[in-house]
Nanobody, 123 residues
Framework: QVQLVESGGGLVQAGGSLRLSCAAS????????MGWFRQAPGKEREFVAA????????YYADSVKGRFTISRDNAKNTVYLQMNGLKPDDTAVYYC????????????????WGQGTQVTVSS
């Protein structure tokens, strides 16, 4: 019931930066939290970051702490992921997702997903 569209992916060199955006539409009143997940070739989908919609509380995977920042613009129904100090291991398809509850790192609790945007970090 919530539609999500990611943008901002691309090819960058190691050490570079990207900012991903995810615009939500539809029944956005049902959103409690927004999260970012990623999936690299041959690996399982993993949690990256999440933010509560009302208070803006943030949560990060240990692998991205200090490098990535999640934020939201409630007026625009948009969540962002600022990625700095990118590494080749960050290469993956990045997905944003919306959750009706406070299960920030549990992908199974997210009910709406975007189509994904490719992030490739060259060495």
């Amino acid at each position: 019931q919530v539609q999500l569209v990611e943008s901002g992916g691309g090819l960058v060199q190691a050490g570079g930066s990207l900012r991903l955006s995810c615009a939500a539409s539809g029944r956005t009143f049902s959103i409690y939290a927004m999260g970012w997940f990623r999936q690299a070739p041959g690996k399982e989908r993993e949690f990256v970051a999440a933010i509560s919609w009302s208070r803006g509380s943030t949560y990060y995977a240990d692998s991205v702490k200090g490098r990535f920042t999640i934020s939201r613009d409630n007026a625009k129904n948009t969540v962002y992921l600022q990625m700095n100090g990118l590494k080749p291991d960050d290469t993956a398809v990045y997905y944003c997702a919306a959750s009706p509850g406070a299960y920030y790192s549990d992908a199974d609790r997210y009910h709406s997903w975007g189509q994904g945007t490719q992030v490739t970090v060259s060495s």
